[in-house]
């Protein structure tokens, strides 16, 4: 029947249509494209050996580059980004002597899955140990914080990495890391030794920060004949628009195993207080002093460190600082350099 055919394809016809018109007007849930940030930063020192135990190194002197960074920070969503940062070290060489660029971090960041403000993080990221101290200090270009000097921790671990707000605001956080212990390094022991991070984070004003933690490395690696290290750290920092300093302070407990009982818990102490006063908008001086009481029982002598800079600011992403470092321990003669030492971000 013709005009039943016709009748059929005018409904569907008007059929497509509508579906055609609601389809384009009902409201979408678009996903957001994912976005890439790619930057990084340098130092580069000339550095001038002003006096030494040595004497026939007196008056060494080079041009190098101490830190080089490329990094990409990656947003895929509200949830979740990361970052992929390479790191340059002109001590670090290969075998035919160049500089060998390695993983500095490498890690995936989900936002709020267990409430607001929290956030889970894997790969290998920073450690909660001193970042705040670090944040504060500010002049990493300069020289590392205390704990990072000395090797009583390393600033990047591979892990999985927990911080959640404890009040509301986010003035007090908790951290927590279950990691290799090994930095950047793969696992080398089968993987049975970790190392457990937890700090408490305080921010009580725009002003003060503050910050306490705890951190054990269990150690049964082939050879190594301690069981383990435990460390306390702590940090009492201000920073404002004038001034930024504070003072941070750890202390470190090594174990043996039985066969070496006679050996004792060894512990270590060190504390660090800095401070840096902004003069102007440009220019800036830096001051800081070390003390590490290197594990009982061990024949390194306590030692001091200093460290005097001054700051100016040509453009906002470059710094350029005259400095200098003094290293000395009891009844030897203080390792003195100056540097001149320039800091580009990009």
Known sequence: MPGHATSKRVMLCTMVLLFGALSTSAPRTCRAQPTVDIGGLAYFDYTYLINTPFADAEGWNTFDYRRIYL?????????????VRLEAQGKVLTEQGRPAPFVKDAYLAWQDPIGDGSRLR?????????????????????????????????SRDFGIRADVSLAGDGAIRLAGMFANGNGVSPEFDLGRGKHVYVQVQAFPNDVLRLSAGTDYEV????????????????????????????????YQRTTYDDFFA????????????????????????????????????????????????????????????????????????PTVWGRFTVHVRF
Request: net charge negative.
């Open 71 to 83: 990094t990409t920070d990656f947003t895929l969503s509200d949830e979740f980004s990361g970052r």
């Open 262 to 333: 006679d050996e004792g818990p060894l512990s270590a102490f060190g504390v660090s207080a800095f401070g840096a006063v902004n003069i102007s908008d440009q220019t800036s001086l830096v001051g800081r002093y070390d003390f590490v009481e290197v594990a009982v029982g061990r024949s390194s002598p306590p030692s001091h460190y200093g460290l005097a800079a001054f700051v100016y600011r040509p453009d906002p992403l470059v710094e350029l600082m005259p400095n200098v470092v003094l290293f000395w321990v009891p009844n030897v003669t």
């Open 219 to 250: 150690l049964d690696g082939e050879g190594d004949f301690r069981k383990g290290i435990l460390k306390a750290s702590g940090f009492v920092g201000a920073a404002s628009e004038s001034f930024h300093g504070g003072v941070e302070a750890y």
């Open 122 to 154: 894997f790969g290998v990221q920073p450690p909660p140990v001193f970042e705040v101290s670090e944040r504060t200090w500010g002049y990493r270009s300069l020289d590392k914080t205390i704990m990072d000097r000395v090797g009583a921790n390393d």
